[in-house]
């Protein structure tokens, strides 16, 4: 397993509260060793493809807010460069009534009980092992608190920035939200590569969604084309909380995603969307888990995959309902949609149901460009090429229409239509 | 305006159009009415140059263009639309977005300069008055969620826009109550100018009540085997095929 002994090296023996768990979570970790093909999660992708760059040490590059996607779109965030918070990059001075942002480094030294339990999930023995790792070896990220009965005004950036500068090769960064009762959050999870960075990153998201709150948790994998990008998000929902996570994966060489929600009491609600594209040389694979242990409980999923050149897809999407667990909805979607001869994409639905009196659909497509519509834009006037980038933006948009944060939406428009192997509409900017 | 002379398609090998001879020259509105199967939809598909069929004699020209060589945006540009039987949903994509980008590429193939946002919305906005198309349609995808009449109507709607030189109407009133095909015909009525010639493809003479053609012709066997004024259609209408297709055959 050189990977992981590769990783191993970043851990850090210190003597802080919680040491102890880090230590167990890597011994946890060395004990199982990284999955393989032969695991059912891990059925399509390979591990073996990965390396980790030899970490050299080097400035990191001078980069200001401007070099930052959102940071003008969102008054309040806070930024990590190659795993290592950056004050000068954040903006955390003086956050709205109900709003504490703070870099993971200093709550671990001045409140570690509020990560006990993280720490403690992540080193117990049935946890997935890059959690364990995470764990294990992670030096920084962000603990993001709304308080009870809030509603920030605008949307909250946590923005983890790989330089390219040759000073870390792997980070674990973590963020941990804690959304109290009644409040709502916007919370934009940016992982943005600068050229050159060939990172490896592992990355933990924690979502405790108190009741009757409402987050919207989007996203974003922008790395640099030589990175790999590991991520796992585990979402709780509370009594009548509404959690919407979306996935947006575009960039690095390997990225496989693992998102988990529960909804652990009556009147939760999750929805878990998706839109990825892969291009040459790219794998992306996304396994999500619905989890409803509670009644009364919803979910609704919707993956869309766009495979272009040789580039590989995979989408596995569980959902459990549990014994008891009655007048559950839960709808589940992946389309998929290949570009080129070379390109695939896998995708398997799973339901697994415990309860009798629950509504329950799926539906699963890997498909083509559809000549009949085709023929239909090329009747109209619209030379080929044209159409077929209208098709394809026309496909991803039922995704990203539904992110309710405005500079999101136009930025990943902007993102598709900038990439040469899906060639979009010149004529994007002219929406009307 | 339109000449096809000699016309002979297949589909996977199965001759469909057997020698096939039309003229419909400018400002003209000529019918083509024939029994399931004749052939009629693969005309107008092979007009306006939907792959999947094979020409294996003949040419169809528009104003001395060859329009066989063309792809189907180029017979677009040349002046050539057709309002499908069935049109198409194309979801995530706007209807005025798809309009505005087929309307700049006709202009790009004309040599014309693209049209900017003001001017088209307010042509757009004049266009839904002519053809009766509510403006909540406007910003919906493409015919997605559309009522079989709001589908034949922004048909209409966007011939309207793109003003082509040959409109092919295929099966228009196919799947309209009476209503909708009084709106549509009078959508196309509203059309029909000087330097404009229709061909209009239908099963059944009741469209041709409201969308009065000045020829008729009976398309059997992959043939044109009879053409003449519009009371054909009411013959026709009358007596059936049965007696002009056996006569054909015999």
Redesign the interface.
């Known amino acids: 397993m050189a990977l992981l002994e590769a990783l191993a090296r970043d851990f850090r023996a210190d003597t802080d509260a919680l040491a102890p768990l880090r230590e167990k979570a890597l011994a946890s970790a060395r004990r199982r060793g990284l999955p393989t093909l032969r695991d059912e999660d891990w059925k399509y992708t390979d591990l073996a493809r990965l390396s980790l760059a030899a970490p050299a040490s080097g400035p990191a590059a001078g980069l200001t807010p401007a070099d930052l996607p959102f940071a003008d779109d969102c008054a309040w965030r806070i930024v990590f460069v190659d795993g290592v918070y950056a004050p000068a990059l954040s903006s955390v001075g003086t956050p709205p009534p109900g709003l504490r942002l703070r870099a993971l480094s200093t709550v671990r030294h001045e409140e570690p009980a509020l990560l006990r339990d993280l720490f403690e999930r992540c080193a117990a023995d049935g946890a997935p092992v890059f959690d364990a790792l995470n764990a294990a070896l992670t030096r920084d990220g962000a603990l993001l608190e709304v308080a009870a009965d809030t509603s920030l005004p605008s949307a909250v950036l946590v923005a983890f920035v790989n330089s390219g500068a040759p000073v870390q090769a792997h980070s674990a960064p973590q963020l941990l939200v804690r959304v109290g009762e009644r409040s709502r959050l916007e919370l934009l999870e940016l992982h943005h590569g600068r050229d050159g960075a060939r990172n490896f990153t592992n990355a933990l998201t924690d979502i405790d969604a108190g009741a009757g709150s409402r987050v919207l948790h989007y996203r974003v994998n922008d790395e640099a084309p030589d990175a790999n990008h590991v991520g796992a998000v585990r979402v709780r929902g509370g009594r009548d909380s509404h959690v919407a996570s979306c996935s947006f994966a575009f960039g690095g060489r390997l990225t496989r995603m693992d998102v988990y929600a529960a909804l652990a009491a009556e009147g939760a609600s999750v929805a878990l969307n998706g839109l990825f594209v892969a291009g040459a040389g790219q794998h992306i694979d996304h396994q999500t888990f619905i989890d409803h242990q509670a009644p009364h409980t919803t979910s609704e999923e919707l993956y869309k995959g766009i495979a272009a050149e040789d580039g590989r897809g995979v989408f596995r999407g569980k959902v459990l309902v549990r014994e008891g667990a009655q007048k559950i909805a839960a709808q589940q979607a992946s389309h998929n949609l290949l570009l080129s001869q070379a390109a695939e994409i896998d995708t398997k639905p799973e339901l697994e149901i415990y309860a009798d009196d629950v509504s329950c659909a799926h539906g699963a497509t890997v498909g083509q460009i559809?000549?009949?519509?085709m023929?239909?834009?090329?009747?109209?006037?619209?030379?080929?090429a044209?159409?077929k980038a209208?098709?394809v933006?026309?496909?991803?948009?039922?995704v990203v229409?539904q992110v309710e944060f405005p500079a999101l939406r136009a930025w990943l428009t902007k993102l598709l239509a900038g990439r040469a192997d899906v060639p979009l509409?010149t004529?994007l900017d002219?929406?009307? | 305006m339109l000449k096809i002379e000699n016309l002979h398609v297949e589909v996977e090998g199965k001759p469909i159009l057997r020698g096939l001879n039309l003229e419909l020259p400018q400002g003209e509105v000529h019918a083509i009415m024939g029994p399931n199967g004749s052939g009629k939809s693969t005309l107008a598909h092979v007009i306006?140059?939907?792959?999947g069929y094979t020409v294996t004699q003949g040419s169809v020209t528009f104003d001395g263009k060859d329009l066989l060589a063309l792809?189907?945006?180029q017979?677009?540009?040349e002046g050539v639309?057709?309002a499908?039987q069935y049109?198409?949903e194309?979801?995530?994509?706007?209807n005025?977005?798809?309009?505005?980008?087929?309307?700049?590429?006709?202009r790009k193939?004309r040599g014309l300069p693209e049209m900017d946002?003001v001017q088209f919305?307010s042509l757009v906005k004049a266009k839904t008055q002519v053809v009766g198309l509510k403006e909540s349609l406007l910003?919906r995808?493409v015919n997605q969620g559309f009522s079989g009449g709001e589908k034949k109507r922004n048909e209409v709607f966007?011939m309207s826009v793109?003003e082509p030189r040959l409109a092919v109407l295929d099966e228009t009133d196919s799947g309209l109550d009476i209503d909708a095909l009084r709106i549509v015909a009078e959508g196309v009525n509203q059309l029909r100018a000087p330097e404009r010639s229709f061909l209009v493809v239908t099963h059944y003479q009741r469209l041709l009540d409201y969308i009065v053609p000045d020829v008729v012709h009976v398309l059997a066997h992959g043939r044109i085997i009879k053409s003449g004024p519009r009371e054909l259609a009411l013959e026709l209408e009358e007596r059936g095929y049965d007696w002009l297709t056996k006569a054909a055959v015999a």
Do not use: H, W
């Open positions: 559809d000549d009949a519509a023929f239909y834009l090329q009747s109209r006037g619209i030379a080929a044209d159409a209208l098709l933006f026309g496909f991803a948009q039922q229409e509409p004529l002219a929406t009307p | 306006a140059g939907k792959p792809e189907p945006e017979r677009a540009g639309f057709l499908f049109p198409l194309i979801p995530g994509v706007n005025v977005y798809m309009l505005k980008a087929a309307l700049n590429g006709i193939y946002a919305l910003n995808p966007q793109l």
